[in-house]
């Protein structure tokens, strides 16, 4: 019985392993590991096959729920997403994130990964004109990096932005502006490497607090944030100058597209816009905050056509923030 008992455990181990992939576990982990070379080298059509040939063996293995298929799916997404295949990429990365959540609590880098998933996800969303669907997944993120990292840690700072911008956008600007402020006093404390895009923030959140009815706050939200302590590097870059009231240096200024209304509803007078012009001459921002509120939107759409000619100082081409009115006319 004894004998026969031995001889069932060994053809057991024998059908066991014939079902797991030539090489199993230290495959994988060495195949893997040649994928984070190949993608590191930016070989990522090289990496793609191999990357799948991962996932498939970490399936037979592993099964379809254990966190090692996470990583592995998390990898091939962001190789696809490097080769412009979002569709592919983005339903990897929800098989990825939902492996994650079945193996909750992760450790602290896979915690990591899984707020870095969602911000790609979130950023892929946004850039495909579908912002609303990243609302959630930058919501994920932000609380795993402040319960990471703490809510005053520059990883925080660029999700705070995104989800601000994305609500204002969507003319959501009381869920806009405290997200867009925090991102400023976070970075206001840290070094910036891209000084426009701060100036960018400063004016979305200036805009925003507009919209709120908070004209006053708006306009010290430039000079607030203005200085950033750890860094010289806005004071020649942030080169901005006021260039006041800008319709007569346009040279090229549409007229906006009136609305529609009926006759009980319409309105007439001059709406302001805030604009800053880049050093081409191109309106970069734009955001109405007087005059009646039916045409805010449709003065907005018209300053983001308007050209300007570059203005210089001392021979070098600057930004210039300055403000231009249309009237409306029953």
Known sequence: KVFALTVLI??????????????????TIKLSADVVKLFDASR????????????????????????????????LSYIELRLNRQFEALENFERALNIYEMNEPLSISDQDSQAEMFETVAFVNITNGTPARSVSKLQQAIAIRERLNGAES????????SLGQVYNGQGEFEKAVPLLLRSLEIRKKLPIEDPTDNLMLRETTACALH????????????????????????????NTVNGGVLNGKATMLPDP????LPKSERESGSVLVRVLVNESGRVVSACSVSGPKIFHTAAEGAAFQAIFAPMKVDGKAVKVSGTVIYNFAL
Do not use: W
Not at 48 to 54: N, S, T
Not at 55 to 62: F, N, S, T, W
Not at 211 to 220: D, L, P
């Open 154 to 161: 520059v990883e925080i700072a660029g999700p705070l932005k």
């Open 257 to 260: 597209v009136t609305p529609r």
């Open 211 to 238: 919209k709120t009815g908070r004209g006053g706050e708006s306009e010290q939200v430039n000079s607030k944030f203005r200085t950033i302590p750890k860094s010289s590097l806005e004071i020649p870059k942030d």
């Open 10 to 27: 060994c053809c057991c181990l024998t059908l066991a392993a014939g079902q797991t992939p030539v090489g199993g576990v230290e495959e």
């Open 44 to 75: 990522f059509a090289e990496a793609l096959p191999l990357a799948r040939v991962v996932v498939a063996k970490r399936e037979k293995v592993y099964g379809l729920d254990h966190i090692m298929l996470g990583q592995s799916l998390r990898n």
